[in-house]
């Protein structure tokens, strides 16, 4: 049976894991956002360029 010194170590230990994990899961979290945005940015770019070649299509057609 673990003394009561070594339960203490390990608990150190699995609170500094935790904290590492909590810092590294607040940075995937951070770097999920940014990728978000870029694809919300890349999506508005597609829209705007498809609508663009439809009105484009519309005209050449009307012409």
Not at 19 to 24: A, E, G
Request: glycine share 6%.
């Amino acid at each position: 049976m673990p003394g009561l010194a070594e339960l203490l170590m390990d608990i150190i230990k699995l609170t500094d894991s935790v904290k590492t994990l909590d810092s590294k899961t607040e940075k995937l979290s951070e770097r999920t956002i940014d990728i978000d945005k870029r694809v919300v940015r890349l999506e508005t770019f597609v829209e705007i360029g498809q609508g663009q070649q439809r009105q484009l299509s519309g005209k050449s057609e009307t012409e």
